[in-house]
């Protein structure tokens, strides 16, 4: 029954694989199939060492970028591979609701409408922003599926689920109650373009060309004895010095010591403000004189704290100028820098404009240059939290991979500033906070009691219990950063602040992590001291950090570039596996940033190209398997076959089937995902499909009227390559998850198997592991490659027999050459292979030849009679002039000092290369002419 299974198997999987890969159907079909199937829906209390990673949530603001598919296919290869270790694997999916960025692609929308969100009211705008929600959330889960995830759907989480926005009010109250949260008024970035404050990290540093303006204050109460009447400063921001509460000098300048304590009269405002000494002031830059607006520069705002000095904000959120501004109150912030120019030149202060180049600190959401304001805000104390982290990370909790990240992480957590998590916006987690107000006056002020609490009916109690039954109360209008809510994610996914929930128990702490370098603080940090507050453990274990996917030009890929590519765009020209290979393939080493070739002319890709090609060649092989197996049955767990009865081929490529098991299963597990991918691409397209099976065709067709010694060979040969490709697709699986599953089910022949994707990974036959037979193999196919090249130099025809002479002096090379002589005629067109000792040709009369040499190996290849030899003769000394042209060219330019001094070390270094293959090409020919005479 066993044998008719097979049988009926093997014949209708070569029926159903098609002669020509087609990636579409394929993936569609096994995508369906896995979640229908609930393939990669894990019960907690199910067997297996638990295994679990949540997914770095995409932003729902529209579609997926490369970056998203290059970290899904990193991701995904982990998980599979996890999967195939037999252990019980959650792979979680997710969006983040993306506070300021979907707020700012509405509020485009609406301005389209000519409407804006006031005008809506918040319950109509959230409405709207819930849609938004539905509809991009839907594709990028749609795009997500088309990239293969093997993560379960039914347990895709929101970061405003119901669910995660209680853990979210949880963690507020919480860390509100350690002390740990606090409102206060700061100096905040402020981004004029959102109409919200932004993090630090939400800040990007960018070099533009301004000018630095100098200018004078005058002296209020006349000149002093030295007839100095004004101290002059120098500013980027001229519109801000109608704000400024003092000039600061140095207190060790000697130029101005006597001018501390007087004072200065403020141009267009009239404002008598001091001069002080702080150390901050540099006496060596500029005059040495710092104007101080506490209320519009981070610097400045210490040095009045430290000097107890007023703060004057002179602008109002939406970088427009306030009454405090006086005569330039309503012009925008750019305008008032003109303005101010201008006023202080006819006032002739203006002493000198300089071009001058420097930072500015840009919106990241916004894409405008962030003001520094005074703005009543809401924070976080981090250095408790970032303390515990340090100690975590004494432990080795987490490890990074590359480990250089890890100090990258730990500089951060030193010296970290508090963090500011309100946002002035409407769609978010709304702040769990409600102000106290009376029921006859709801005006809140910076100074309006308020009460933290879990809802508004606890608020409401706690209110009336502390200020009595007559009071009112208010919710913060703000929103939580968006942020705070993804630093609880890999616990509020699995239910936190339910510790015995059964998710959480069975897969907290999570695994691994896998992100870019560029979120380490955004993300990473954020996470790891929100679960150590809440949960006392690191929350994951490993962190994988990856590059960036870079354009043809080496550029990061990014909106406001332009450069972007779409992945859907290469999955539906080249197939999800061929683009998830190219990805993993292309990782030079954790960390390292990936160049994607692309045609945007005709949306080709020669990385991806290359990597569908290699598909097709795993499908032809397996069809190729298919075909020569037959109605062949044979023992699957290929145990009870006798290693004696293995030709010396078999025992190769089973040695390198055992080596490129455990390396590749060493290479997973450390996340050297790249290198996983070289060492299957390399055994698949060049042990397998283009040695082993071409060592064995003369084997699985050897004629009619076979013998029991050729039946039993054939069987054997088959059976081999049964077990290769079996096992080589699952090894494959992880990352190529789609073709695998599909030849795999063909090629073991059972309808009903089930899903590769839920296998284990084959055990690792290290009996096999053979380095001097794996060693000698290499040497045998340079020698086969050796006589191919020969003979297309000498212009034999494929139907042209020619005998083959091997020379070497090694005696274990001789003997491989010796047993493997069938195979070298099969595979060389020889009609006869001989092998000798240098020693035993002497004497024997010379032959003429093409020659060549393989480390301690000679080729001839006996022509005389089956060429023309002149005309060899006179293409060879052809290529010899060619070759000595190019040595004398390239000796000319290495001889020449001026080349030598001016030339790039990489165009040096490759005519130095040049240099030395042209004279091995020169040598070799020179060997040929002579074998020819």
Excluded at 127 to 149: D, T
Excluded at 177 to 206: F, H, T
Excluded at 624 to 642: C, K, R, S
Excluded at 795 to 807: E, T
């Amino acid at each position: 029954m066993a044998d008719h299974l097979v049988n009926q198997g093997l014949r209708q999987a070569v029926d159903s694989l098609p002669k020509t890969y087609d990636p579409g159907g394929t993936e569609s079909r096994w995508q369906k199939l896995w979640e229908s199937s609930g393939a990669f829906h894990p019960d907690p209390n199910d067997s297996g060492e638990p295994f679990s990673l949540v997914i770095p949530p995409p932003n729902v603001t529209g579609s997926l970028h490369m970056g998203h598919a290059f970290n899904t296919a990193l991701i995904d290869t982990i998980v599979r591979f996890q999967r195939l270790q037999g252990k019980n694997v959650l792979c979680l999916p997710g969006t983040d609701h993306a506070s300021i960025a979907v707020q700012t692609i509405l509020e485009k929308q609406f301005k389209e409408e000519g409407i804006n969100r006031d005008d809506l009211g918040r319950e109509e705008f959230l409405q709207r922003a819930w849609a938004w929600k539905s509809e991009s959330g839907g594709r990028i889960a749609a795009q997500l599926r088309r990239l293969g995830y093997s993560v379960d759907w039914q347990r895709e989480r929101f970061t405003m689920d119901e669910r995660l926005s209680k853990a979210v009010v949880e963690a507020f109250v919480r860390l509100h109650q350690q002390g740990l949260i606090y409102r206060g008024e700061y100096l905040v970035n402020w981004c004029p373009a959102s109409g919200s404050a932004v993090s630090d990290l939400e800040v990007e540093m960018k070099e533009v060309d301004g000018y630095l303006w100098h200018f004078q204050y005058p002296l209020t109460n006349g000149s002093s004895d030295d007839e100095t009447t004004h101290l002059e400063v120098a500013t980027t921001r001229p519109e801000t010095m109608l704000g400024d509460v003092a000039v600061a000098v140095n207190p060790s300048d000697n130029r101005y010591r006597h001018l501390v304590g007087r004072t200065l009269t403020l141009p267009f405002v009239g404002r008598e403000i001091p001069v002080i000494a702080d150390d901050h002031v540099d006496k060596d830059f500029g005059t040495g004189c710092v104007k101080v607006t506490p209320a519009h520069d981070p610097n400045d705002f210490a040095i009045g704290q430290r000097h107890n000095l007023p703060q004057i904000t002179v602008m109002n959120k939406d970088g427009t100028m306030n009454s405090s501004a006086g005569q330039f109150e309503g012009l925008d912030r750019f305008k008032a820098r003109e303005a101010v120019v201008n006023g202080l030149k006819e006032l002739s202060l203006l002493t000198k404009i300089e071009p001058y180049r420097h930072s500015v600190p840009f919106s990241d959401r916004g894409k405008v240059p962030v003001e520094p304001l005074l703005s009543t805000q809401w924070f976080v104390r981090m250095e408790p939290m970032a303390d515990r982290c340090r100690a975590h990370l004494v432990k080795g909790e987490p490890q990074f991979f590359p480990t250089r990240w890890e100090k990258v992480y730990r500089d951060w957590l030193t010296g970290i500033r508090d963090w500011c998590i309100s946002r002035q916006l409407w769609w978010g987690h709304r702040i769990p906070a409600w102000f106290v107000v009376s029921e006859t006056d709801s005006i809140v002020t910076d100074h309006t009691p308020y009460i933290v609490a879990l809802s508004e009916e606890e608020a409401l109690l706690q209110a009336r219990e502390k200020f009595g039954d007559d009071v009112a109360i208010e919710q913060d209008a703000d929103v939580l950063d968006t942020w705070f809510s993804s630093g609880l994610w890999p616990f509020s996914t699995l239910g936190w602040p339910d510790e015995d929930d059964s998710d959480f128990n069975c897969w907290y702490p999570t695994n691994t992590l896998v992100t870019g370098f560029d979120i380490i603080f955004f993300w990473v940090a954020r996470m790891t001291m929100m679960a150590g507050a809440f949960t006392g453990q690191m929350p994951f274990k490993d962190v994988y950090i990856h590059g960036l996917v870079r354009d043809e030009q080496n550029r990061k890929m990014s909106k406001s570039l332009g450069n972007g590519i779409d992945p859907l765009v290469l999955i539906d020209r080249y197939g999800t596996d061929a683009l998830r290979f190219a990805l993993v393939k292309e990782v030079a080493g954790a960390g390292q940033d990936i160049r994607l070739d692309y045609d945007r002319k005709t949306d080709t890709s020669v990385t991806v190209e290359a990597a569908r090609n290699f598909a097709n060649k795993l499908w032809n092989a397996t069809r190729f398997a298919l075909i020569n197996l037959g109605t062949t049955t044979f023992d699957e767990t290929f145990e009870e076959l006798n290693f004696s009865d293995l030709q010396l081929s078999d025992k190769w490529i089973l040695s390198r089937l055992a080596r490129i098991n455990s390396e590749t299963s060493k290479k997973f597990t450390s996340y050297a995902l790249g290198e996983a991918a070289k060492g299957l691409y390399e055994f698949s397209w060049n042990d397998f499909c283009d040695w082993y099976l071409e060592l064995i065709k003369r084997r699985l067709n050897p004629g009619d009227s076979l013998t029991q010694s050729q039946l039993k060979d054939r069987r054997i040969a088959q059976q081999v390559m049964f077990k290769v490709l079996r096992e080589l697709l699952v090894m494959l699986h992880p990352l190529m998850p789609h073709l695998t599953e599909e030849l795999w089910h063909g090629i073991t022949g059972f309808p009903d198997q089930k899903m590769l994707a839920l296998n284990l990974w084959p055990a690792c036959q290290e009996g096999f592991l053979d380095e001097e037979l794996e060693s000698s193999f290499s040497a045998l196919f340079a020698s086969i490659k050796l006589v191919r090249n020969l003979r297309a130099e000498a212009g034999l025809k494929p139907g042209q027999n020619v005998p083959v002479r091997f020379v070497t002096t090694n005696s274990k090379l001789a003997d491989i050459l010796h047993k493997a002589k069938a195979d070298i005629q099969s595979l060389t067109r020889a009609n006869k292979v001989e092998v000798f000792h240098p020693d035993e040709l002497l004497g024997k009369p010379s032959i003429k030849a093409l020659a060549g040499v393989s480390g301690d190996l000679e080729v001839l290849l006996p022509i005389e009679g089956l060429v023309d030899l002149d005309g060899l003769r006179k293409r060879l000394e052809k290529d010899l002039i060619k070759a000595q042209k190019e040595i004398t060219s390239l000796s000319k330019r290495l001889d020449n000092p001026s080349f030598i001094n001016k030339a790039p070390e990489a165009i040096i270094l490759d005519c130095k290369s040049k240099l030395i293959a042209a004279k091995s090409q020169a040598d070799l020919v020179i060997k040929r002419i002579a074998g020819l005479s």
